[in-house]
């Protein structure tokens, strides 16, 4: 079978992170996203564990609400910053591990992505002893990202960096950049949202397609390691220019610089602020390969834009949070069912039988790749626009000039 997943997001517990995450509010809005399942994030937290017991039990690592599933997770922040992705079998893994940290953090409680005072090395271990998958967050972002401090997994995960089985892109790279360093190609490369709110701009907005035999933690774990002819099929997620860190740029004003011009300025500002160095040119200095070099398995990726988003463009708003785009969102989804299904699936003349001319020529500009994008960074996420609306912006490199491939091909 083929099941949608989204394995990153955050609930109520973490920080700046909407009140909304409850259980029941992810299990509603994430079929009208198009998405299967959901790893739960911040299962070490004791009262996110309590909403997790809500679902359904279907095995020890897998439960289900409202018909979407939901696999254990969470993200912690080691003593370098660097953050690390876990996905555990059982509940029972989950209290073998945080009795081992619990004595190195101190708000194991008070926030569903704690800090840990533990190396990348020293989490691997205890991950190993509880038969949890790790691996790196957001592998490039500069902040807390593995490639912000490290430059290679062995210096992350030290003898333990064999059993790193996946990495995950984040929103700024794609497996075209990601795939320049030699060293990631025995990953799974996996692409998720990292959501803090249901807001369907946020939830998955990236996500993962997998060939499983069914939606359980073990299936998924199969799938992630690539055996028993499990497999990621397809990664689907933003275009790599709509980051908010995917070229180096200012932290204040948001002046975008090349590396060479902000190498030269000492990464200071025009403005006197600081400029953070953007995931592209991250990568670029620790490629192995000009160009991507990719694996024999790994999938397709396919650029998806949020609805939501192009919504805004096409009916004149300043941001997809509005009264207006949510009533035309939800217009779409209570006819075509899901998010995936109105951007890529359904024909175009269906669409414009249900919302206004605008919307279905923004619709068709994102299937043509006529999109428009300015890239983002330092902290700044990148502005779509559609084609009569600026004319000098970057073209968005979604592929051949031909219409966005169905996802039913994969």
Known sequence: MIINADLHIHSRFSGATSEKMTIETISKEAPRKGVNVVATGDCLHSGWMKEIKQCNVIDDGTFELNGTRFILSTEVEDQKRVHHLLYFPSFSAVYGFKERIKSKSKNLESDGRPNIDMNGEELAALAKDVDALIGGAHMFTPWTAMYAYYNSLKDCYGDLADYVSFAELGLSADTDFADKIQELHRLTFLTN?????????????EFNRFEVKDATF??????????GGNKPVLNVGLPPQEGKYHESACISCFTHYS????????????????????????????????????PDHRPPYVHLIPLAEIITKAVGQHNPFTQTVNKRWNELISVFGSEINVLIDVDIEEIAKVTAPAITEAIQAFREKKVIIRPGGGGQYGVIELPEQEKNLLSLPLGPKDKQTSLLEY
């Open 193 to 205: 949202s990292d959501s803090h709110s249901p807001h369907p701009v946020r939830l998955a907005r």
């Open 259 to 294: 590396l060479e011009e902000a190498q030269r300025r000492r990464w200071k500002c025009s403005c006197g602020k600081r400029i953070k160095k953007g995931v592209k040119d991250r990568i670029n200095e620790i490629a192995d390969y000009k160009e991507p070099r990719h």
């Open 218 to 227: 073990e299936q998924i774990k199969k799938a992630i390691l690539r055996i």
